[in-house]
């Protein structure tokens, strides 16, 4: 009976998540606010549709943890380096002022006790990972500037949840030695970043590769997910943060090898447990609660507001980016994150703070969660309207005109080659003979060894896939060859790919009249058959040997020709 009954809500908030996604999406509006919106509906303080929290509950630190996952595969060392300075330094600096500035507010406005406002001013100076992740994605501003920023800052943050945590005894009056609890936390966080490393370096690529050369994609999803969920359990295990794990493992995996096809395959598993976390969120607030403190609640989310995105807005300033930058990093930070409600929690348990003041939190918090999509748009709108004229001309445009320029001389001769078997390989040396720029789509971890062993360009992953193609910067291409010997796979790559770029010329192999005529319908003009251009072969080749001159085998290979589309024009007829 409880299996149906977990069933039935699993099934109630897919359909809620639906429906509430569609609203949003026609409204114009993030998808995200449908979900948090449709999770208030459907919650227990309100229709009371569904019933088994914890299972929901759940489900939802699964989407956490992939989310967190996903960000690791998609964020380079390289970018961190970049901005470790305003990584590290903005971390500090934006949770030590915003925890001060909350701690006075707490005090001086709200009257707080001082052990309730200081687990006030701790919890506002954390914001939501899944939140501010989900809404780059959607946003397409990951790699951005103030994208990369709160990226840095989000995950200081929640490096930072374990020293809140380890300290939460002290606000309490505990007598737990803190200097030892400290030392332990941050032996234990070493040891696994360690082991994390070393596994990244020898045991994981081992795996993988094994894994890989199965060709079997459920066993490696299936693989990806057991690392994922594996690593999320190892840090909570050692009382660190679990989403730390899950991005840590990521960043381990993260490269061409493996990386690109990982992020494919576990991104529409992602999308669905996230959507669950965002629902679980909405079912959180009571909306009576809400009424009957509704002024309460709109000051503390107006101190919220002011303080998160005055002091991320100061700090962005402090490191030389433009205005236009601070304020998209301090509106997408303002909001208070999911481990809010666990320090909330720890406070609750420990007796520091009031379950009023833990049902205000959760007000607030899923208050801010729905205010950030809507003021992050209207901040965007409002500096395209002001910058609109001069885009082109202004020192914060993402990338200098020269770079831009070369992109658009070589985008006629860049070539993708999907699939790097024999008809593949042949093509790619024939491309570098000819001094043009290309690089290999491949599944087979074998034939990416071989790539890498000559040095050749290579991405590894299934070229079917549409992030996987993104990855070859196929909108900078000019040319895609598929040379699949799977049907399916072949249109399905060459419908992927002019999703990306309308205006790419595709060479695609075919085995088949009814694929032919379907590719020729999407826009491919280059087929080649290998059975039929064979065969040609093979008529020129005994007509050779039969004692036959030159002028008659090419006679006799055109005639072939012709009644080779005649018999493909009759078949259609036919069909």
């Keep these: 009976m409880h299996q149906s009954d977990a069933l039935i809500d699993l099934a109630v908030l897919l359909a809620a998540a639906l429906v509430g996604g569609m609203i949003a999406h026609r409204l114009r509006q993030p998808i995200l606010l449908g979900y948090l919106a449709i999770g208030i509906a459907v919650g227990p303080h309100s229709l009371g ?325 809507l003021l992050l748009n209207v901040v965007s709108r409002l500096y395209s309207r002001s910058t609109a004229p001069s885009v082109p001309k202004t020192a914060s445009s993402p990338e200098p005109s020269p770079s831009v320029t070369v992109e658009k001389e070589s985008v006629n001769t860049r070539v993708v080659i999907a699939g790097y078997g024999r008809i593949g390989e042949n093509v790619a040396q024939g491309i570098e003979d000819a001094g043009l720029p290309f690089t290999v789509i491949e599944l087979d971890p074998e034939r990416i060894n071989v790539l890498k062993k000559n040095k050749k360009p290579r991405i590894y992953g299934d070229a079917s896939n549409v992030h996987v193609l993104a990855q070859s910067a196929l909108n900078n291409a000019g040319i895609l060859v598929v040379t699949f010997p799977d049907p399916l796979a072949v249109v399905n790559t060459v419908k992927n790919a002019l999703e990306i770029n309308p205006e790419l010329r595709i060479v695609a192999r075919v085995h088949r009249t009814r694929e032919a005529d379907l590719l020729k319908s999407m826009g491919v003009d280059e087929l080649i058959s290998p059975e039929y251009e064979a065969s040609l072969e093979f008529i020129e080749r005994i007509l050779s040997v039969s004692g036959w001159n030159r002028r008659e085998i090419l006679r006799a290979v055109i005639e072939a020709e012709k009644d080779e589309k005649v018999e493909e024009f009759s078949s259609n007829d036919i069909a």
């Design 49 to 373: 549709l569904v019933d088994d929290l914890e299972l929901i509950e759940t489900t939802a630190t699964i989407g956490v943890a992939l989310l967190m996952f996903t960000l690791g595969l998609e964020i380079s060392v390289s970018q961190f380096r970049e901005l470790g300075k305003i990584g590290i330094w903005s971390g500090i600096i934006q949770i030590t002022f915003t925890f001060a500035l909350g701690f006075l507010a707490g005090i001086a406005l709200l009257k707080w006790p001082v052990s309730q406002s200081i687990v006030f001013g701790l919890i506002i100076s954390l914001s939501s990972t899944a939140v501010c992740l989900k809404l780059l994605l959607e946003r397409g501003e990951l790699n951005s500037v103030h994208g990369r920023i709160m990226v840095a800052i989000l995950i200081f943050q929640d490096v930072s949840v374990v020293l809140m945590m380890v300290i939460m005894p002290v606000i309490a009056g505990s007598d737990q030695n803190l200097l030892l609890t400290l030392g332990i936390a941050f032996g234990k966080a070493a040891l696994f970043i360690g082991i994390a490393v070393v596994s990244g370096l020898w045991l994981l690529p081992w795996l993988l590769g094994r894994i890989g050369g199965m060709r079997s994609r459920e066993l490696f999803l299936l693989t990806i997910l057991v690392l994922c969920l594996g690593a999320a359990v190892g840090t909570q295990i050692l009382g660190l943060s679990m989403v730390f794990g899950a991005f840590l493992i990521g960043l381990v995996l993260r490269g061409p090898q493996f990386g690109y096809q990982a992020t494919a395959e576990i991104t529409p598993l992602r999308d669905i447990f996230a959507t669950l976390f965002f629902i679980t969120m909405g079912m959180l607030l009571d909306p009576r609660f809400l009424l009957e403190n509704w002024s309460l609640v709109l000051v503390t989310v107006l101190i919220i507001l002011i303080v998160k995105i005055l002091v991320v807005f100061c700090i962005v300033r402090l490191f030389g980016h433009s205005n236009r930058i601070a304020t998209l990093t301090g509106t997408g930070l303002f909001q208070i994150g999911e481990f809010g409600f666990i320090i909330a929690q720890g406070g609750v348990s420990s007796g520091i703070v009031t379950g009023e003041f833990y049902s205000l939190i959760l007000s607030t918090a899923i208050l801010s969660m729905l205010l950030t999509p």
